[in-house]
């Protein structure tokens, strides 16, 4: 149970990270699978 909570710190980090390390030309999105994947870069 403790893990979940570990990771689930590391995950929200590594957004504000991410978030932070975008800019107008270079853009970082939270993906889970090869779909989504494709979904975001149709929509670009």
Not at 10 to 20: D, T
Not at 25 to 41: A, F, G, P, R, T
């Amino acid at each position: 149970m403790h893990l979940i909570k570990i990771e689930s710190a590391k995950i929200s980090c590594a957004k504000r990270l991410f978030n932070e390390l975008s800019t107008s030309h270079v853009k970082y999105h939270e993906v889970d699978s090869y779909q989504s994947l494709l979904n975001i870069m149709e929509s670009l």
